[in-house]
């Protein structure tokens, strides 16, 4: 297998300053990073990142941080303007809400995508740098689709295996997208990948739609299994790989006495209640102040609940930096407040509010204790929460209540109760149905969401996406010989 070099923008921790040649070294949170850490852990390679400070890396922390991890870690500095402008500005301004259709939310500022084009080809020169011929490049997400065309501009990608790109968030639909002032540039951009994967049918069918509509030179060809595109001479594949979880260690680690106990004694907090749980980073694409109205309206609606349920909802701080960010998490924690004012009584609180992330044992502990996960994020590329919540309901039992616009409602729909995460009264009945859901109907779903997380795992993720990344080497190294008898011909017929 030739090595592997993840590519993203952020390395699996970051590094934070607390004084003088101080530092703090703190794992990174989301889906990203929890999918493809154990990966690389386990077979090896390299991953390409940034720390997530401006300005220059210490050495020192950064070896201290990687000393065990078990592949070699090659970070990538940003200045503060570059933070600003590629990171928090086009990234998160503009690629972010846009994808997930929230366009009302984007800063179309011009001057965003001249550095997004820069940060993208300085972390082309730190491939550059450290690759080898033969190497399998995996470049991940919304930040760095303009890597492949960077590369080509320095005529490196003939020397590799294969040039590939996975996206973890949504891709828009063209109505959406078209809003986008750079959608040809960028799509130009991402057919410069060999491979290009999704999470879901429907990305892949946008995606392919937007190709068709907005880049005339380029073709579709529709095929069974991975699609073809045919562009500037190049076959480019594009398929839809939803990513997993490591089920197996989210089982085995549920079953451990620590979170048993840790479970027990969050059960034996709120006798006589069904526990309802949603855990999100704190961004306005999860639905959260929307999950709340719905919690509200069932406890309003439905007076049997009172006094029932528990909502623990755990938000973990993110990009706390950008205003929006912190609005959002004022209106969230005004709505709770409203809840727990009007509803609690002297021995029951109605919301469980935890702004910080939990441990992993907690985490753990918290999906096996609740008897209802909520899940329902406006729009999402996967939710791997909503796995890991199946994984670890090691006693077979459980309801998930999932937003019908997150990936995993595609592999998941089977089991879950699917809600439309804009209409709150539906979600409050659905809250109605989990809370009185017999045994026997919640074993019977969770048993087919588990077959499912379990089977469609993360290594399955992996292996299905390199598999498909290793057709196209053999294929490319044809291509490549092919580009090259067409350069002597060219080169003869000019000499
Ligand atoms: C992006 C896409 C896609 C959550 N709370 C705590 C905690 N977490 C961990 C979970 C999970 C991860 O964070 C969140 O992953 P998601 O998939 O739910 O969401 P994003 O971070 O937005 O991820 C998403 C994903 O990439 C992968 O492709 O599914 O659509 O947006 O793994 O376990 N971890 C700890 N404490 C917490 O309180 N330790």
Redesign the pocket.
Known sequence: MNRLIVVSNRLPFALDSIGEDLWTVTPA????V??VEPVLRERGGTWIGWPGIAGEIPKEPLAEATRDAGYQVVPVSLSEEERDEFYYGYSNEVIWPLFHDLQNFCNFEPGYWQAYREVNERYADAILRCSQPDDFIWVHDYHLMYVAQALRERSMPQKLSALTFFL??PFPPYDIFTKLPQQQRLLRALLQFDLLGF?TRRDLRNFLQCVRRVMSDAKVVPRRELQVIRFEKREIRAGHFP?GIDFDSFESGAKTEVVAQKSQQLRGTFPDCQLIMG?D?L?YSKGIPERLRAFRDALERYPELRGRVVLIQ?V?PSRVEIPRYHEFKGRIDRLVGDINGRFSTGTWFPVQYHFR????ED?LAHYRACEIAFITPLK??????AK?YCACRINGDGVLILSQFA?AAEQLKPGAMLVNPYDVEQMADTILKAFRMSQAECTARMKRMRRVARDENVFWWVDSFLKAGAKLASRSSRFTAWERREQRARDTVKS
Do not use: F, K, P, Y
């Not at 949170?29 to 990203?32: F, K, N, R, S, Y």
């Not at 999402?380 to 929460?385: R, Y």
């Open positions: 949170a989301g889906g990203l929890s999918a973890h968030i999470q990513i855990t980073r961004d755990v973990v992330g939990l441990d992993r985490l999402d590329g996967m939710n791997l929460v890991e990936g």
